[in-house]
């Protein structure tokens, strides 16, 4: 991992405090830094300015204009000598004041000084990558999202993120340019493949239309509003949607932004899959969240029934492993808002009135938030416990940028 340094020292110092310090040759076998200019920053992993002396506050204000416009969040290291700390403390306060609410100090001295680099790295990675990522609201979003409507203006400013809205009249157009022998050529698992044709050939000509409509709008996620299909190819998404988020396209359902954002904050900090799923039964510290599509790879076994609403199409009823799990949700019209909770996925027996994919999580303190404070009608269910970084996430939401802007 590289590890831009913009050092700073006060020209009063002297040359006693122009030498490499201690902590940094102690980390210099797990991470390879290199001085740059402000301008070069955005080439490394982790880009920061190390605050190597007192008396550097004028030094770094002159640093920070002459950095590019970027949303990297403003990362100080600060050791333990040389009045380095008490520099980077007046700095961070008066970046603070400035509206950099996610600027952070990094004592390189301290026990956890790697695992505090790693951590602030996978953060400059994943607002680096969100910045990056056009959402695909294929459809609008499902009639009965009330509560679950974001305004793209602010969600752009807060993240970076370009929602992008897609007729399904668009989607109709590459469902028509897919041939039987796209279909027939595909590679899937057996559960798959052992289906009637008459059920799985519309379901993998939706998995192919929406990767042709991804191809085309360069998109990075999607959310689709999967019920309109019913009516029109009497076929569900639910299949599709799985095998899009097993490729690692990010791919929601019901036309649900900020469930589909939540899942991919989860795959930025895991790199693994996550599914939404409807809150469908509280009992105690224990919820049953239930739907009808789930990424295979994260299932220890399935099958593939109807859609449970309308018994039609494809849907995947899965099995996870008992274990660790975060339920998370961010909201708002900025997507600002989040509610992260980690508990224990447990035994459950599955019941014909839930959708397909039915987990147990026992979770403390869920349902009473649920019950008072819900920020909508789904949950991203993740295996392991990630609520540190994705709360970390959660705060890298950004007001302002270098210099204000």
């Not at 301290?110 to 996978?122: F, V």
């Not at 099958?303 to 449970?308: I, L, N, Q, V």
């Not at 938030?369 to 609520?387: D, T, Y």
Request: proline content about 6%.
């Amino acid at each position: 991992m590289k590890i831009g340094l913009v050092p700073l020292v006060a020209p009063v110092s002297g040359p006693r405090a122009l030498g490499t310090h201690a902590a940094l040759e102690a980390l210099a076998g797990e991470f390879d830094f290199a001085v740059v200019s402000p301008d070069e920053m955005g080439a490394a992993d982790l880009p920061a300015f190390l605050i190597r002396t007192g008396g550097t506050e004028g030094l770094f204000q002159q640093a920070l204009a002459a950095l590019p416009a970027s949303r990297d969040p403003l990362t100080l290291l600060a050791v333990d000598r040389d009045n380095s700390l008490p520099a980077s403390l007046e700095i961070l306060a008066w970046l603070q004041g400035q509206g950099h609410r996610n600027a952070r100090i990094l004592l390189l001295t301290a026990p956890d000084a790697a695992r505090r680099l790693h951590e602030r790295a996978l953060e400059v990675r994943a607002t680096r990558a969100l910045a990056a990522t056009r959402l695909g609201v294929v459809g609008r979003p499902s009639d009965w999202l009330i509560a679950s409507q974001v305004d793209p203006d602010r969600v752009r400013h807060r993240w970076g993120v370009e929602l992008v809205d897609l007729d399904l009249a668009e989607l109709d157009l590459h469902l028509e340019a897919v041939s039987e022998a796209e279909v027939e050529g595909l590679a899937v698992p057996a559960p798959v493949q052992a289906l009637e044709a008459s059920r799985v050939r519309p379901a993998l000509r939706i998995y192919l239309a929406l990767k042709s409509l991804v191809q085309a709008h360069g998109l990075t996620a999607l959310t689709l509003r999967c019920f309109d299909l019913l009516e029109d190819l009497r076929a569900t998404g639910c299949l599709a949607l799985a095998l899009l988020n097993d490729e690692g396209l990010v791919a929601g359902c019901e036309g649900d932004v900020p469930t589909t954002f939540t899942m991919l904050a989860n795959r930025l900090v895991t790199g693994e899959p996550s599914f939404m799923a409807n809150p469908s039964r509280l009992e105690g510290d224990e919820v049953v969240l239930a739907h009808c599509t789930a990424p295979l790879s994260m299932l220890t076994g399935y099958t593939c029934p109807s859609h449970f609403e309308s018994d039609l199409g494809v849907a995947v009823a899965g099995n996870l492993a008992q274990g660790p799990v975060t339920l998370s949700r961010f909201g708002g019209a900025d997507l600002g808002e989040g509610m992260i909770y980690e508990g224990d996925l447990v035994d459950h027996v599955p019941s014909p009135h839930l959708c397909r994919t039915q987990v147990r999580a026992r979770v403390q303190g869920l349902g009473a938030r649920l019950l008072e404070a819900p920020l909508g009608n789904h949950l991203v269910v993740s295996p392991g416990h990630h609520k540190t970084r994705l709360e970390a996430l959660l705060a890298l939401g950004k007001t302002s940028g270098p210099g204000g802007a």
